[in-house]
T-cell receptor, first 114, second 110 residues
């Protein structure tokens, strides 16, 4: 158990809908990272937050947004969902801003868009 | 740009065999390099890392050396076990962004 929790574990929704994925980092970790893992695209870095502020953006679509709250939990919002958004979404947390500090991954949320 | 290329799997080995999983990268500047492992049904776990050229990362019998001249970070283990069966990802971190390889599935047979 990495100490990172993600909810829900599974989510099935229809095209055009909007969903919110939630991540609670390990106690004391200030950084949260979001990743998308799909069969055809592999593992893609989406976005990084540190202590409530966005620090880096990867291959995140404009239909997707994220935020980190004062209690350090983070939410990833996916809107106007398409079939191709079906994937496993991971969040990871680490103590510091420095990306080379170990990241602890959550178990993921599996999103299925039908 | 930045990218990571790793050998396609699956790689199937017998227990106690020698393992090499190749990883090469393209990057500007001075990236940090990582190997992550993903066991079935779980998230990724950091296996080892190297932050500058010629550094060797090692953990649980796995090793990888950051070779700037060949832009490589190959993962090796002298004697694999069945419990090493997993998917292995090579990754680089550059300017606060992570780039992952496509993953290599390793199957170790008893």
């Amino acid at each position: 158990d990495s100490g990172v929790t993600q909810t829900p574990k599974h989510l099935i929704t229809a095209t055009g809908q909007r969903v919110t994925l939630r991540c609670s980092p390990r106690s004391g970790d200030l950084s949260v990272y979001w990743y998308q893992q799909s069969l055809d695209q592999g593992l893609q870095f989406l976005i990084h937050y540190y202590n409530g502020e966005e620090r880096a953006k990867g291959n995140i679509l404009e239909r997707f947004s994220a935020q980190q709250f004062p209690d350090l939990h983070s939410e990833l919002n996916l809107s106007s969902l398409e079939l191709g958004d079906s994937a496993l979404y991971f969040c990871a947390s680490s103590e510091t801003l420095a990306g080379d500090h170990e990241q602890y991954f959550g178990p993921g949320t599996r999103l299925t868009v039908t | 740009g930045n990218s990571v290329t790793q050998m396609e799997g699956p790689v199937t080995l017998s227990e106690e065999a020698f393992l090499t999983i190749n990883c090469t990268y393209t990057a500007t500047g001075y990236p940090s390099l990582f190997w992550y492992v993903q066991y079935p049904g779980e998230g990724l776990q950091l296996l080892l890392k190297a932050t500058k050229a010629d550094d060797k990362g090692s953990n649980k019998g796995f090793e990888a050396t950051y070779r700037k001249e060949t832009t490589s970070f190959h993962l090796e283990k002298g004697s694999v076990q069945v419990s090493d069966s997993a998917v292995y990802f090579c990754a680089l971190l550059n300017f606060n962004k992570f780039y992952f390889g496509s993953g290599t599935k390793l199957n170790v047979k008893p």
